[in-house]
T-cell receptor
Framework: EPEVTQTPSHQVTQMGQEVILRCVPI?????FYWYRQILGQKVEFLVS????????KSEIFDDQFSVERPDGSNFTLKIRSTKLEDSAMYFC????????????FGPGTRLTVT | TQLLEQSPQFLSIQEGENLTVYCNSS?????LQWYRQEPGEGPVLLVT?????EVKKLKRLTFQFGDARKDSSLHITAAQPGDTGLYLC?????????????FGKGTHLIIQP
């Protein structure tokens, strides 16, 4: 069964460093998302991406964040200058098309900022 | 302000019992999904409900979407230890489902043998 994959599974970085989290959405899906989950808290929406542009973003998704689909398979989240409070699980999700509501999540990347 | 409130937050019952957990909001959702999440893993989709009043069954799990599309429930019949986990509800506020999901905090369910 097709699934969303994410790399790395765990990333440790120092405050102020740039990180890139990578996702491979399900191959025929058109909508892509990033969410984060701080330890012990609920899953929070960051950004949605369709047709090579951002379609919606939350208040969390400030200028330090960017997303890109550099090729036909990868979808990346970049954090330019990480802060301690960026430590969280980051989940990528994908959805097939506008008529389908289901979002399928990847296993997540645990980001630890020290 | 929490858009989606889940209750109870924690529930521990004996194997074989029935249970219902709830997901409530003052907002209308175009769709609502239920996920199950294991520690350190991503949410796994269980079901999507779209139409007000809709009922969907997945083996011993029954999901219902409220008539006004503001609330949902998950009922488990004859709970088993394998049902233990965190159950999350998440909804789309926009029509067409183009926007991001709004998640509840979840119900931590423990089924004791």
């Amino acid at each position: 069964e097709p699934e969303v994959t994410q790399t790395p599974s765990h990333q440790v970085t120092q405050m102020g460093q740039e990180v890139i989290l990578r996702c491979v959405p399900i191959s025929n899906h058109l909508y892509f998302y990033w969410y984060r989950q701080i330890l012990g808290q609920k899953v929070e929406f960051l950004v949605s991406f369709y047709n090579n542009e951002i379609s919606e973003k939350s208040e969390i998704f400030d200028d330090q964040f960017s997303v890109e689909r550099p090729d036909g398979s990868n979808f990346t989240l970049k954090i330019r200058s990480t802060k301690l409070e960026d430590s969280a699980m980051y989940f990528c999700a994908s959805r097939e098309n506008r008529g389908q509501y289901e979002q399928y999540f990847g296993p997540g990347t645990r980001l630890t900022v020290t | 302000t929490q858009l989606l409130e889940q209750s109870p937050q924690f529930l521990s019952i004996q194997e074989g019992e029935n249970l219902t957990v709830y997901c409530n909001s003052s907002s209308v959702f175009s769709s609502l999904q239920w996920y199950r999440q294991e520690p350190g893993e991503g949410p796994v989709l269980l079901v999507t409900v779209v139409t007000g009043g809709e009922v969907k069954k997945l083996k011993r799990l029954t999901f219902q979407f409220g008539d006004a599309r503001k609330d949902s429930s998950l009922h488990i019949t004859a709970a088993q230890p394998g049902d233990t986990g965190l159950y999350l509800c998440a909804g789309n506020l926009g029509e067409g489902g183009a926007d991001g999901l709004t998640f509840g905090k979840g119900t931590h369910l423990i089924i004791q043998p």
